[in-house]
């Protein structure tokens, strides 16, 4: 396990009552008196080195032609906070607020709302500049504007603190557009001997990828370092944690980096023009098996976004899904330090092509 997601993994057993602090809650998981399970296997996807209790509220998706439920946590915001590897008393502080404030206030919101259609949203956010993984701040902006008239009706004494958090919480959205693909990749895992990849995860030490019909077999590589990257001043490779979190479930669904070519953002990170972004579009696009229909980049001739990663065409091409994402300080739980495009290994998506092959001749 990874320094990031170790400390991460103190914090979640102290907000959850079970140690008074951080070097309390090692000894019990060096002890082994907590039990640990994969986030994936319960349909659940976390981003970058989240670690969820019991006590922890969820974001519940529901894909009703896919018949399939995934889940999420509350995205914590910027700072010094858990996900980005931080277990310092405020990181702690941060997850029992959302655990006893936030939490509580959106689901009485939701409960007023009814349920939100995610990826009308996430449809919205692409033509606005999102790649709903690097970016999310359209599409967070669209979420709060649902979610506002119901929002104001609570009567919580804290509502003025919950509505400062969202409003300045630009990745709020990552969260709930990481559940949607979840729900999604996990009705196409149901199809039997296919070559899409359905899963792609890293934990900080290794890249696991699984195919659609063989759901419970994982194809491991060494997770890499994020390649194309921007850091925050005084920080760079030197000091970054290798790729870490779920979110790169959003590139197999058309979202992330298939989307790159339609969004600012991530050319600052790949070179700064939009030629850039295009070509890691066109990267996706080889690889990928279709278009989506739903998620359209103005930017391209309103082309839809490439989907559905095929094993064969990554190991045909030597080409690997590009994701964006943050990257962390890999010793010093001192939190994000900068942000870039992590190309995930080749070994994994070979590993897994060649499992087919055995088992469909």
């Known amino acids: 396990m990874c320094d990031p997601l170790r400390r991460s993994l103190t914090a979640a057993v102290v907000v959850e009552g079970w140690a008074q602090n951080a070097e309390d809650a090692a000894c019990l998981l060096a002890a082994d008196s907590v039990e640990l399970k994969p986030a994936n296997e319960h349909s659940v996807v976390l981003p970058m080195a989240t670690v969820i209790g019991p006590s922890t509220p969820v974001y519940v998706v529901e894909n009703d032609i896919g018949s399939t439920r995934a889940y999420s ?6 700072g010094a906070v858990q996900w980005f590897g931080v277990n310092s008393a405020a990181a702690v502080e941060r997850l029992a607020f959302i655990r006893d404030t936030i939490g509580p206030i959106l689901a009485e919101t939701l409960r007023r709302s009814g349920p939100i259609d995610i990826l009308s949203l996430v449809a919205q956010g ?5 790649d709903v993984h690097l970016r999310v701040q359209a599409t967070t902006n669209l979420l709060l504007k649902e979610l506002l008239p119901f929002l104001v009706q609570s009567q919580h004494g804290r509502l003025a603190d919950v509505a400062e958090f969202l409003s300045r919480n630009h990745m709020m959205f990552l969260n709930v557009a990481m559940a949607a693909a979840k729900s999604l990749v996990d009705a196409a895992a149901t199809v039997q ?4 990849v359905t899963t792609m995860a890293r934990n900080g030490t290794s890249y696991g990828i699984r195919l659609a019909g063989v759901s419970d077999r994982w194809f491991l590589a060494s997770a890499p370092s994020v390649q194309d990257a921007l850091y925050y001043p005084g920080f760079g490779p030197e000091v970054s944690a290798r790729d870490i979190g779920d979110s790169a ?3 197999l669904v058309g979202l992330g980096g298939a989307a790159a070519a339609n969004s600012p953002a991530v050319a600052a990170i790949l070179g700064g023009r939009m030629a850039d972004a295009r070509s890691a579009t066109e990267r996706m696009r080889r690889i990928c098996a ?6 359209r980049m103005p930017f391209l001739e309103n082309a839809g976004t490439p989907v559905g990663v095929d094993v064969r065409r990554v190991v045909e091409f030597s080409i690997t899904p590009g994701v964006s994402t943050g990257i962390i300080h890999a010793t010093d739980g001192v939190g994000q330090i900068g942000a870039g495009v992590a190309w995930a290994p080749l070994k994994c998506f070979t590993d897994a092509l060649l499992e087919l092959d055995a088992r469909i001749v």
């Open 73 to 78: 946590s509350i995205n914590q915001g910027a």
């Open 290 to 295: 279709g278009e989506s229909t739903r998620f």
């Open 193 to 196: 001997n296919a070559s899409i």
């Open 126 to 130: 692409v033509l606005m500049g999102d």
């Open 249 to 251: 479930v959003l590139e």
